[in-house]
């Protein structure tokens, strides 16, 4: 439970550069200026799906927070320790974190 909360503190809180890391928008984190280089202010060129979107980056969130829990959660059932469902649940978030950046990429006609 405690690593699925770090985890889940984690992603939540380095959305906005994880999204600047996936489809390289600009995106910073909150307390740095947020969403306001996003590449959705500029007049031409591509839009960061998840800014226009934000339904998509919901759901990507949600898929990635319950791939981390799932695999937090597998892993603490056989082993004890902090670490390893840690890192379970971080590698995870972040192989769902490329899927969904495939597919909202896709659906939203984002250049990769």
Same mark, same amino acid.
């Given at each position: 439970?405690?690593?699925s909360a770090l985890l889940g503190a984690a992603t939540v809180v380095s959305l906005l550069p994880l999204?600047?890391?996936?489809?390289?928008?600009g995106c910073t984190w909150s307390w740095a200026g947020g969403i306001e280089h996003c590449n959705i202010y500029e007049a031409a060129g591509r839009h960061c799906p998840w800014c226009m979107h934000p339904r998509s980056a919901a759901l990507s969130l949600a898929a990635m927070l319950s791939a981390q829990t799932f695999a937090a959660w597998a892993l603490a059932r056989r082993r004890s320790?902090?670490?390893? *469902? &840690?890192?379970?649940g971080a590698f995870a978030g972040g192989a769902v974190a490329l899927v969904a950046r495939s597919v909202v990429a896709w659906w939203?006609?984002? *250049? &990769?």
């Open positions: 439970m405690l690593c999204c600047n890391v996936l489809f390289g928008c320790g902090v670490l390893a *469902p &840690l890192f379970a939203a006609g984002y *250049p &990769l």
